[in-house]
């Protein structure tokens, strides 16, 4: 097969007469390979962009625990953030705010915001793990990244590693939750709840004029 | 020129057979950005979805268990959806309406029910008349493998993605994936 570009497939000779007609059993290809190519690009285009992310989420299960087999969260290792309104963060160390003095105002900005808090507080583990992904060789196998994993989860598991406590108000949105998720990804903190404001909470907050 | 051709071909009819379209949603959804980079997985979710309005609507895969979920759903609404008003369920996508406006909805042309969708009052999710309960029960109990899809708008309000949440949890889900769009990841 073959494109003709010229539109000489008449059969006709130069100068000559012409000797009869005869058909010719070529056809021009090219607008069809032309087509080929815009269709590609079109369904590279569009399958490339189609599959979304997604951020996995756990929910405290609603069933009612026996007291003696909740999980005691350390007051230490402990911090709660509360979610206000137009993307504003509160929090305060430990799950029991001692005084109403004890919330501070921070946000999501990316330094001087609720991070840097975060990192702070978790600093000794974010170390462990990244002493435990350096150990790790150039070209690791899937065991090896397995094993990798199992350890990181272990040491965001530790007793005393941080624990967050995630309290979204009714003027908040749905971004503001998603947001703060992800700065515990970004902090690796692997102990968290959502959870609702309890009324001492919602006390202060309307004590300090936070909403 | 021939080789080249035949690669393009190749090229395109791969293309073809690969693409799936981003399903049909009744109405746009800025999803908010995570530093996650998982995958959505390929089958077997129920989305809920939660525009900025607070409307809030509900998709599934698998014609088979939407077909079956159709049919439970009707028991319990004592509605009689025929085999035909199945059929089409089965290929349709997202439903946000409720279920009594369902069967009406089902006997309309692609352009009414278009026409319908842009305005369409979400399912509803009140204590009093909580439908959205029923879906995710029934869904669940059609094909146990479901898990479940939050996407919510960037601003939604938040006492909305909770009730949407609670919803949930009543029915024994504890475990969410919320679609984001990938942003990049700080160096910390």
Redesign the interface.
């Known amino acids: 097969?073959?494109?003709e570009l010229g539109g000489d497939g008449g059969g006709k000779h130069k100068g000559g007469k012409p000797k009869g007609k005869k058909q010719s059993t070529r056809i021009d290809?090219t607008p069809?390979?032309d087509l080929?190519?815009l269709?590609?690009t079109f369904?590279?285009l569009?399958?490339t962009m189609?599959?979304?992310?997604?951020?996995?989420?756990?929910?405290?299960?609603?069933e009612k625990v026996k007291q003696d087999d909740q999980t005691k969260v350390a007051e230490s290792s402990a911090i709660t953030v509360i979610?206000g309104e137009f993307g504003k963060v509160y929090y305060y160390e430990g799950n029991t705010p001692a005084v109403a003095d004890s919330i501070k105002v921070s946000s999501f900005a990316?330094s001087g915001g609720i991070?840097d808090v975060l990192?702070a507080k978790q600093a000794p583990w974010?170390s462990k793990i990244k002493a435990a992904k350096s150990k790790l060789p150039n070209n690791p196998s899937a065991a090896q990244m397995e094993a990798l994993r199992k350890e990181i989860s272990g040491i965001k598991g530790e007793k005393l590693a941080t624990t967050m406590l995630i309290k979204?108000?009714?003027?908040?949105?749905?971004?503001?939750?998603?947001?703060i998720?992800?700065e515990l990804?970004?902090?690796e903190i692997g102990k968290y709840a959502i959870v609702d404001l309890n009324d001492q909470e919602k006390a202060m907050l309307t004590a300090k004029n936070l909403k | 020129?021939?080789a080249?051709?035949d690669v393009?071909?190749l090229?395109?009819t791969f293309?073809?057979l690969?693409?799936?379209?981003?399903p049909d949603e009744p109405v746009m959804v800025d999803?908010?950005?995570?530093?996650?980079?998982?995958?959505?997985?390929e089958s077997n979710m129920m989305q809920v979805l939660?525009d900025v309005k607070g409307r809030v609507f509900f998709n599934c895969d698998g014609p088979t268990y939407r077909k079956d979920l159709l049919g439970k759903l009707g028991q319990k609404y004592k509605i009689n959806f025929s085999e035909d008003e199945k059929e089409t369920f089965s290929n349709l996508q997202t439903i946000g309406m409720p279920v009594t406006k369902l069967k009406e909805y089902l006997n309309w042309s692609n352009t009414e029910r278009t026409e319908y969708d842009k305005n369409s009052p979400g399912i509803p999710i009140d204590s009093t008349n909580n439908q959205l309960a029923d879906w995710i029960w029934f869904a669940r109990l059609s094909n146990p493998e479901y898990q479940a899809?939050i996407k919510?708008?960037?601003?939604?309000?938040?006492?909305v993605?909770?009730r949407v949440?609670d919803i949930f949890?009543?029915k024994k889900v504890?475990?969410?994936?919320?679609?984001?769009?990938?942003?990049k990841?700080?160096n910390?």
């Not at chain 1, 189609?50 to 609603?62: A, I, W």
């Not at chain 2, 919510?152 to 006492?159: A, F, H, L, Q, V």
């Open positions: 097969m073959a494109a290809f069809m390979v080929g190519f269709l590609i369904f590279m569009t399958t189609s599959k979304p992310q997604t951020m996995e989420v756990n929910l405290p299960s609603k979610l990316a991070r990192l974010i979204a108000t009714d003027n908040s949105k749905y971004k503001n939750l998603v947001d998720v992800d990804n970004i902090c | 020129m021939t080249m051709t393009a071909f090229l395109l293309f073809i690969t693409t799936q379209f981003k999803t908010p950005s995570s530093v996650s980079e998982e995958k959505l997985m939660v899809v919510g708008d960037r601003e939604t309000n938040y006492p993605v909770k949440f949890q009543e504890n475990k969410f994936n919320f679609v984001t769009s990938l942003e990841r700080p910390v």
